[in-house]
RNA sequence: GGGCGCAUAGCUCAGCGGAAGAGCAUUCGCCUUACAAGCGAAGGGUCGCAGGUUCGAACCCUGCUGCGCCCA
C-alpha cells in the first residue's frame, strides 16, 4: 500500500495507462460460457467516418456507467462495440478525395473504389476507436463489429432473402427522395424539412371560358404536368371536371379531374398535377390513371426537347415563367412565399422527387409487431413519455425504400435473367449461372444492416454460444433524437428475424449535448466542443461527470467548461480526501469495531441511505440524481463534516482513533465504488491506494445494511451542526477571522443531548475553553437549549448583532404568522390528514421558542 | 398546417399537492498543514400571464403569451 500521493489529481498520468491494463486483463471481455446472469448493450455504431463528437461522449458515458455497474454487481456483461459504413456519407468522402485528384470513381471501377474506401475505414474508424478508449469505454474490443464484415454481410444477405420470400420486400416503380447531388434515392428519414423562402406563381392553363389558374411553388414542372386537379365539391370548377386544358408552352391538352385529396383554400383551389414529380401528385395519377412524365434527368436538369432543355431545375424555374409571362400567362406572383422543402441530410442538396425502380419494405406488418411491442410491456421506453414519439412514428410508416445507388454497402443479392427472370439469392446459394444474367447493381440503405445490430454482431445467422447468451440485449441507450433511425428500425428487424424475441428488453433515451445557454451546438455558431479537448484538460473523469450530471432522462444536458471544471475539482477532492484518510492510516482490514463513536455511526448510517438512493437511481436511469447524490456525499458529509470531526480523534490517537480509521476506510472504500461506473479512473486510481486491491472493476456493488442506519445518530450530528454553523455565523458577521481563537463557554449541551461533543464542538467552530478569569462579551443562544457565551476580545458590533437577531426574528414571526394562519383555518383541520396538522403545530410550537429566544437575546444587547 | 414538450435565483437545471432547492456566477472574510482545483459565511425567486379546482397549488384543470422539437 502506497501513501504517497500528491496534492493534486494528473489525470493525464493514469487514465490512459488504467485502461491499457483493464483491457489486458480482459476485464472487459465477456465469457459466453459463463454462469452469470448476461447483461449486455450493443453499442448504436457510431458512423465510420464522423467522429466522437460531445454528443457521443454523453452516449457512451451512460453505457458504460449502466455495464460497469452491472459488472460490479456479478453479472456477464458484454458492451459490444463496432461501427457502420454510413453509406453516402462515406462514399461522399472518397469521392471528394478522388475528386482533389482529378478522378471519379468510375475511372476507378467498382472494384478498385470500394478498395479505396476500406483504406479510409481504417483510417478513420480508427480514429474513433481510440476516441472510445480515452472516454474509458468497457467495452469488449474482442468483439468489435462493422456492418459490412462478413458475419454480418451474411446476416443481410439472409434477411434480405427471408423478406424477399416472405413478401416483404418488393419492386416497384415510385416516387422516392432522390438527391441530384448524391445520385441516390433516399429513404423518408434521410430527408431534412425546413421551411424555405421560394415562390408562389398562380399560372393561367388553358383560354377563355375554359381557362384555369394554378398555383405552384414549382413552375418548372408544368413540362411534366398531365391533369389538373380540383376539388370534386368546388363549385367554382364543377363545369370544368372532365374537359381539358391547353397545357402551356406545350400544346399538349391536358384533363381537369376531380379528386379529394385537393385542398379548395389553397391558392386557388385547382393545383397542377406532375406524377412523374411530386408524391402526391403521383397518387393522384394513381387515382385517375394519368401518364407519368419524366421531365429531369437523373441530375435534376431539364431532359425533355425544346428551349429548356439542359437547364438544371433552379435555372429552369425563372426561364419557365419568364416564358409563361410573355404569354400573359401569370395571373399571381409571391415572393417570398415561405413553405417546407426537403434537403439530403447528407449533403443538404435540395431533394428531387423522383419515379424510379427501387426495392421497397413493406413495413405494415413489421411496424405493428414493433409498435405492439412496446404497448404489451415487452419492450418499456424510457423515460415513458416518449413512448408517444415512437408511437407517433410507428403507427405512421410508409414502405421503405431499401436500395441505394451507391458502391459502397451490401450490394442487393438479387439477379436479373436475360427473360426478364428475378432471383433472390440466399447465403449460401449460388448466384445463377449462364449467359445474359447480372446482378442488381444498387446497395442496401445502411439502416437495412445497422437495424440487424442487436443479433447480427452476436453471430446471427449462426447459432453462437454469443447469442444463445447475450441475446435479447437488454437495455438500448441513444438519444431521442434518432429513436426513430434506431429503435424502430432495430425493433422491426428484430422481432421479425428473431422469431419475435425483441432486440432489447428496455431503452432509454437521453437528450442532445447543448452548450452552456442552452443552444444547440453548430459549427456554424462557433459552440462545438471536442470532447478530447475537455479530456485533456480536465480529464476523461470530468467530461464524464460533467456529462453524467446533466442527464436527467430523455432531456437535453447544458454543459459549459466550468461545469466541467467544476466536475474536475470534485474529483480532486476525492482525491484529497483519500488521500488525508491514508496519512492518517485508514483501512479496510477487519471487521468494523463493535464499539463506534456517534460520529463514526452517523457517517455509516448516511452512507447506508446514499447507498441505497444511488442503486435506486441507477436503476431509473437517472444518472443526473446518482451524481447530485455522491457528489454531496462526498463533499458535504464526508469532508465538510466528517473528516473535520475525525481530525481531533485521530491526533488524540488511542481505540476511538482506531475505530475511525477503520470507519474512514469502509466510507471512502464505498464511496469509491459507488461512483466508479460514472468517473472509472480516478476511483480505481484511488481505491488501489487504498485498498491495495487488484481492480475496483470487479469489486462487488455495495449494498445498503439496514442494520447500520442510525437515527440516533443522525439526529445528534444534526444538532452538532447546527450549533457549530450558529456560531460560525455570529463569527463570520462579528468579522472574527477564521484564524482567531475565541474563548467560550457552551452551557445546555447536556440538555440537547451532545454534551459528549463539546471539545468537537470547540474544534470546528475554533473556541477555546474558559478560564477562571472568563468576562463574556457576547451571548449566543444557538437553540432553545443550548447557549454559547464568547469573550470576543473586544467590544462587539452590536449593529451586526442585532442586525442578525432581527433577521432571524422576521423569519421566525413569518414562520408563526404561517402556521397560525392554518391552524386558526377550521378547514384546515377537519380535512387536511392528521399527520400535517400535527408537523405544522410542531412547526409553531419552534418558531415561537425561537421568538422568545431572540427577543431575549435582543433585550441583552446595549442599547448603544 | 398537425402533434408533442418547455417556461422556477444572473446562467443551466432539480422539485410536480402540504415549510421555494442545487451547481456555477455574485458579495464578505480566510494560504485554518487533505485539498486556493480549497475553507467559512452571506445575498439573490409575487415558481411566464389570467382564471379555476382544493382546507392548501411551483405542482392539478382551462385559456393566453413566448420559446423549442418532431411530423407534413
Keep these: 500500500m502506497t501513501t504517497e500521493l500528491p ?57 458504460d456507467a449502466i455495464i460497469r455497474r452491472k459488472r460490479m454487481q456479478g453479472f456477464e456483461t458484454l458492451w459490444l462495440p463496432g461501427m457502420d459504413h454510413a453509406g453516402i456519407a462515406t462514399q461522399n468522402v472518397v469521392e471528394r478525395k478522388l475528386a482533389a485528384s482529378g478522378q471519379s470513381r468510375h ?27 480515452r472516454l474509458g469505454d468497457s467495452v469488449d474490443w474482442s468483439r468489435e463489429r462493422f456492418t459490412m464484415d462478413e458475419g454480418l454481410s451474411r446476416a443481410v444477405q439472409t434477411v434480405f432473402k427471408k423478406m424477399f420470400d416472405d413478401g416483404l420486400i418488393y419492386r416497384a416503380n415510385r416516387i422516392i427522395n432522390w438527391c441530384p447531388r448524391c445520385l441516390t434515392a433516399l429513404s423518408d428519414i434521410e430527408v431534412e424539412h425546413t421551411n424555405d423562402e421560394g415562390e408562389l406563381v398562380s399560372i393561367r392553363y388553358g383560354d377563355g371560358a375554359n381557362a384555369i389558374v394554378v398555383a405552384t411553388t414549382r413552375a418548372e414542372t408544368m413540362l411534366g404536368d398531365t391533369a389538373v386537379a380540383v376539388h370534386p365539391d368546388d363549385e367554382r370548377y364543377k363545369h370544368l371536371v372532365g374537359t381539358e386544358v391547353e397545357l402551356p408552352l406545350t400544346g399538349r391538352r391536358i384533363p381537369i379531374v376531380a379528386d379529394e385529396h385537393v385542398d379548395p383554400s389553397f391558392g386557388t383551389g385547382a393545383v397542377k398535377v406532375t406524377p412523374a414529380h411530386d408524391p402526391n401528385d403521383f397518387e393522384i395519377g394513381q387515382r385517375h390513371n394519368l401518364p407519368s412524365l419524366t421531365v429531369m434527368d437523373e441530375r435534376a436538369v431539364i431532359s425533355v426537347p425544346g428551349p429548356f432543355e439542359g437547364l438544371d431545375r433552379f435555372e429552369a424555374r425563372p426561364a419557365i415563367v419568364a416564358a409563361l409571362r410573355a404569354e400573359g400567362r401569370i395571373v399571381a406572383e409571391k415572393r417570398p412565399y415561405e ?195 475537455w479530456i485533456e484538460r480536465f480529464g476523461a473523469d470530468a467530461t464524464r461527470f460533467a456529462l453524467a450530471r446533466g442527464a436527467n432522462p430523455g432531456s437535453d444536458v447544458a454543459v459549459s467548461e466550468e461545469w466541467t471544471q467544476g466536475s474536475r475539482n470534485f474529483n480532486n477532492k476525492l482525491w484529497n480526501a483519500t488521500r488525508f484518510a491514508m496519512l492518517n492510516g485508514a483501512t479496510i482490514n477487519g471487521e468494523l469495531p463493535a464499539e463506534l463513536s456517534t460520529v463514526d455511526r452517523w457517517i455509516l448510517s448516511r452512507l447506508q441511505h446514499v447507498t441505497a438512493e444511488v442503486d435506486q437511481y441507477f436503476e431509473a436511469f437517472e444518472f443526473a440524481k446518482v451524481c447530485d447524490t455522491l457528489y454531496h456525499f462526498a463533499w458535504d458529509d464526508v469532508c465538510d463534516w466528517y473528516l473535520e470531526l475525525a481530525k481531533p480523534v485521530l491526533q488524540a490517537g488511542g481505540p476511538a482513533a482506531d475505530a475511525t480509521r477503520r470507519v474512514l476506510g469502509e466510507v471512502l472504500d464505498n464511496l469509491l465504488k459507488l461512483l466508479h461506473p460514472i468517473v472509472p479512473f480516478v476511483t480505481e486510481e484511488l481505491w488501489l491506494a487504498l485498498t491495495g486491491g487488484e481492480t475496483i472493476v470487479l469489486a462487488p456493488w455495495p449494498v445498503a445494511v439496514p442494520a447500520l442506519i442510525d437515527d440516533a445518530a443522525e439526529t445528534e450530528v444534526a444538532t452538532l451542526q447546527k450549533v ?141
Aim: with cysteine; glycine share 8%; proline share 6%.
Design 339 to 533: 413553405h417546407a422543402v426537403g434537403h439530403c441530410s447528407r449533403c443538404k442538396t435540395t431533394v428531387e422527387p423522383r419515379l424510379s425502380l427501387q426495392w421497397f419494405v413493406n413495413t405494415t406488418p413489421l411496424a405493428q409487431a414493433a409498435g405492439d411491442a412496446v404497448r404489451d410491456g415487452r419492450v418499456r421506453i424510457e423515460p415513458p413519455e416518449l413512448a408517444k414519439r415512437y408511437f407517433a412514428w410507428v403507427d405512421n410508416m410508409h414502405d421503405w425504400c431499401i436500395s441505394r445507388q451507391l458502391w459502397w454497402g451490401h450490394r442487393i443479392p438479387v439477379w436479373y435473367g436475360p427473360d426478364g427472370e428475378i432471383v433472390c439469392v440466399g447465403p449460401d446459394e449460388e448466384p445463377p449461372a449462364g449467359e445474359g444474367w447480372r446482378q442488381d447493381e444498387d446497395v442496401l440503405d445502411t439502416w437495412f444492416s445497422s437495424g440487424l445490430w442487436p443479433f447480427s454482431t452476436l453471430g446471427w445467422p449462426e447459432q453462437t454460444p454469443e447469442l444463445a447468451k447475450f441475446y435479447p440485449t437488454s437495455v438500448l441507450v441513444t438519444g431521442y433524437d434518432i429513436l426513430f433511425f434506431w429503435v424502430a428500425r432495430m425493433m422491426m428487424f428484430g422481432l421479425y428475424a428473431m422469431d419475435g424475441k425483441q432486440p432489447f428488453d428496455v431503452v432509454t433515451l437521453h437528450g442532445m449535448v447543448r452548450d452552456q445557454y442552452g443552444k444547440k451546438m453548430s459549427k456554424s455558431f462557433g459552440n462545438v466542443v471536442d470532447p478530447l479537448d
Design 724 to 864: 457549530v454553523t450558529e456560531i460560525r455565523r455570529f463569527r463570520s458577521d462579528q468579522g472574527v477571522k477564521p484564524t482567531q481563537r475565541v474563548t467560550a463557554r457552551l452551557d445546555g449541551l447536556d440538555v440537547a443531548g451532545i454534551v459528549a461533543h463539546e471539545s468537537l464542538i470547540r474544534s470546528l467552530a475554533r473556541l477555546d475553553a474558559a478560564g477562571d478569569d472568563f468576562a463574556a462579551s457576547a451571548t449566543l443562544a444557538v437553540s432553545d437549549a443550548v447557549t454559547v457565551a464568547l469573550d470576543t476580545r473586544g467590544t462587539i458590533d452590536v449593529k451586526a448583532e442585532r442586525a442578525r437577531l432581527e433577521k432571524d426574528r422576521a423569519a421566525a414571526a413569518k414562520e408563526q404568522a404561517q402556521c397560525q394562519a392554518k391552524l386558526g383555518n377550521e378547514a384546515f383541520i377537519g380535512k387536511a390528514p392528521e399527520a400535517v396538522v400535527t408537523k405544522i403545530k410542531e412547526r409553531l410550537a419552534a418558531a415561537e421558542a425561537d421568538l422568545t429566544r431572540i427577543a431575549t437575546a435582543l433585550e441583552a444587547l446595549p442599547t448603544a
Design 107 to 133: 475511372d476507378l471501377g467498382r472494384e478498385a473504389f470500394v478498395a479505396r474506401v476500406w483504406e479510409w475505414k481504417a483510417e478513420s474508424g480508427g480514429a474513433i476507436l481510440g476516441q472510445m478508449r
Design 7 to 63: 496534492s493534486q489529481y494528473a489525470p493525464a498520468e493514469v487514465e490512459q495507462r488504467r485502461y491499457e491494463t483493464w483491457v489486458g486483463k480482459g476485464y472487459f471481455t465477456a465469457d459466453p460460457a459463463s454462469d452469470k446472469p448476461p447483461f449486455t448493450i450493443v453499442i448504436p455504431p457510431p458512423n465510420v467516418t464522423g467522429s466522437l463528437h460531445v454528443g457521443h461522449a454523453l452516449d457512451h458515458t451512460i453505457q
